[in-house]
């Protein structure tokens, strides 16, 4: 007999159970178990979390467990080169296949053939990060942890050579590669030309697709209480859409995103999600109201700083705050709580709503303090290290004064442009993407890497000043 855990994991491994109740009876049998059916769905559902499981969906409504390479088996999907990858006559891999191909497979798993079946071939070569950061902005951390960064800023860039492909198929700047599963779970596509006057003919089509992926991609943004990874939402959505709607995908994280005129792209810490105008209105309007009226009596469950900070209303993260702690103690050998108060409550005022919401902020911020003192005490930060560091929290302080200045100026809150706080978002993501390389003890921080970082931050602080005065001018 074995544990629930163990019955799920035995359960799910061969990847052929596909109806939801067949799934269940399994466990049970493989279990024992005498919980209730609803009680093991939210077993598996945390199964998969916990796991970082994110090739498996259970879709309750349909009653069906669906896996990731069985949905995007016979899926064929469009890719559109940049100009740059034209002139180059290369295609970079990046997210450009997200979700059909899962971005925790390494890319130079990928096989690619021509309608011959003769093998594209496959290079790697460094770039400059920023410079090539719009094939991976949409990875997730599963998928970017393939890709090695330099010291010198460079990222390893895996592409194929279209260079004999494009010229034997008179491939143009207007055309498209449309990619066809050979093998999905050995990752072997076909890959073929497209031309202009195919899209233009398919258009009245992908208008109709466009529409209906659309409405699944709203209804799990409804629905989820989490914003998952892009790749995850659209698996997720494709999962619940129409089975003619899988035919041909199109070119879901390319111009059907980047168009679409309620549906936009956002960066949380590591990764970018999708949400809708709508979610985006509602979310807002429940702030405000959470703002002027906080449901105090619900306050003081959250134990850790995270949650502490958003029940407070407080943009300031934990690694932030780990991020002080730090600099003080390279600075001063000690960690000045009144002053770390006085930062993230404004002129040290307190603005805890009930005695448990103290008391956890208390038990939290001590047993940060001793893990910091711990990691960092005796471990001086290098030049290179501290430079960075500091400059990160200055640009993380910033963006926490611009909005708490733009609460300041706000009269009319219908009235305010929520697409102005977008452009604070590469701001934010790369602040925060810092202080976790910064305050992760086992994360090695090469010199050259620091220096190179430290250089592009002191650029980044100056774009973020006209940033500021552009969007205060707006307010």
């Known amino acids: 007999m074995l544990t629930l855990e163990k019955a799920i994991a035995a359960a799910l491994k061969p990847r052929t159970i596909t109806n939801l109740y067949t799934l269940l009876d399994d466990i049970k049998k493989r279990s024992k178990t005498d919980l209730g059916d609803f009680t093991i769905f939210d077993h598996i559902e945390t199964y998969l979390v916990d796991h970082g499981i994110t090739d498996i969906y259970i ?264 991020g002080k702690m730090i600099e003080q103690l390279n600075e001063h050998q000690q960690i000045d709580k009144v002053g770390l108060y006085a930062m993230l409550f404004k002129n040290g005022q307190l603005p805890f709503y009930n005695e448990e919401q103290e008391t956890n902020f208390e038990t939290a911020f001590t047993s940060l303090s001793k893990y910091v003192t711990q990691q960092w005490g005796n471990q001086p930060l290098s030049l290179p290290e501290k430079k960075l560091l500091t400059q990160t929290l200055r640009l993380k302080v910033d963006i926490i004064g611009l909005l708490r200045d733009i609460d300041a100026k706000i009269t009319d809150p219908d009235q305010f442009d929520i697409s102005l706080l977008m452009q604070i978002q590469p701001f934010e993501l790369v602040s925060d993407n810092l202080l976790a390389l910064l305050t992760d003890p086992e994360e090695e921080k090469p010199n050259d890497l620091l220096r190179d970082l430290s250089k592009q931050m002191k650029e980044m602080h100056s774009e973020f000043q006209i940033t500021r005065n552009h969007i205060l001018s707006e307010v």
């Open 59 to 322: 879709d309750h409504e349909e009653e069906k467990v669906i896996y990731r390479e069985q949905l995007f088996a016979n899926t064929a999907f469009r890719v559109q080169l940049t100009p740059e990858e034209f002139a180059d006559k290369h295609v970079v891999i990046g997210h450009r296949f997200l979700p059909f191909f899962h971005p925790s497979t390494p890319p130079d798993q990928l096989v690619l053939l021509d309608e011959k079946d003769v093998i594209i071939p496959m290079l790697s070569e460094k770039r400059n990060l920023v410079d090539n950061i719009i094939y991976f902005s949409m990875l997730p951390p599963y998928g970017l942890e393939h890709y090695e960064l330099g010291s010198d800023g460079s990222i390893e860039v895996f592409l194929f050579d279209l260079a004999e492909w494009m010229t034997s198929n008179k491939f143009t700047i207007k055309d498209n590669i449309l990619v066809t599963p050979v093998d999905h779970k050995n990752n072997t596509f076909r890959i073929e030309k497209l031309s202009s006057r195919d899209i233009r003919t398919q258009k009245i089509a992908d208008a109709r697709k466009d529409t209906l992926l659309t409405e699944a991609i709203q209804a799990q943004l409804a629905i989820s209480e989490v914003l998952f990874p892009i790749d995850i939402q659209l698996f997720q959505a494709f999962a619940n859409c129409d089975a003619s709607i899988l035919n041909q995908a199109g070119t879901p994280v390319g111009p059907f995103i980047s168009n679409h005129p309620d549906i936009h792209i956002f960066n949380n810490g590591m990764y970018a999600y999708l949400n809708s105008q709508e979610n985006i209105e509602s979310t807002i309007d429940h702030a405000m109201d959470e703002a002027m009226y906080p449901d105090v009596d619900s306050f003081g469950t959250a134990t850790d700083i995270a949650g502490i900070f958003a029940e407070m209303g407080i943009s300031y993260t934990e690694e932030f705050l780990m």
